[in-house]
């Protein structure tokens, strides 16, 4: 049974950087923090879909402070201690949790210096381990249409995939069962 509240693993992005996968914990407000702050205005758009300049007190809680039931967030990692350093981070957050076909919402922010190192990717993989676990059958997520790195990662993650398009989202559907 894996505990996801104390995940941690160790991974090699594509350009051979070293990184730590494990869960967000309360302690991380500061790192989120300054994360966020090291994002471009692009990627804060296209994770939020609007222009925001920093995350407030209730955001940073509300990020941090999980049950990892109906939440469960990973962020990627260097350093370590005081030099730790959050680069990216994914998380689900379950939106139906009823009936045997139970779906989370998934979404993801890399920072920029870290884009097409793989790094989305190997958070997926590892919110889905945790997430079959939990018994969920499917991760959604709406993705901008310019946003085509994120629709790259889902598409080539093996994981079966349904897209429509509405309004001015693409809504994904991601299938956990096998």
């Known amino acids: 049974m894996i505990d996801a509240s104390n995940y941690a693993q160790m991974a ?30 692009e990627s804060i758009y296209t994770r939020f879909f609007h222009h925001k300049k920093m995350l407030t007190e209730e955001e940073l809680k509300s990020a941090t402070e999980l049950d990892f039931e109906s939440t469960v967030a ?64 499917r991760f959604m997520a709406e993705v901008l249409p310019e946003n085509r790195g994120m629709l790259t990662v889902f598409s080539k993650s093996g994981l079966p995939m349904k897209t429509a398009h509405g309004g001015d989202a693409v809504h994904v559907t991601l299938l956990l069962t096998e």
């Open 12 to 41: 090699t992005l594509k350009n051979g950087t070293q990184v730590k996968i494990r869960s967000i914990r309360p302690d991380d407000k500061q790192r989120l923090a300054i994360a966020f702050k090291n994002l471009d205005p």
């Open 74 to 137: 990973l962020v990627v990692t260097i350093g370590e201690g005081d030099m730790e350093t959050i680069i990216g981070a994914g998380r689900y957050v379950v939106i139906d949790g009823g009936g045997a076909a139970r779906s989370a919402e998934v979404a993801f922010t890399v920072e920029e210096d870290y884009h097409r190192q793989g790094m989305a990717r190997i958070l997926l993989q590892h919110l889905a381990v945790i997430a079959r676990e939990k018994g969920l059958a």
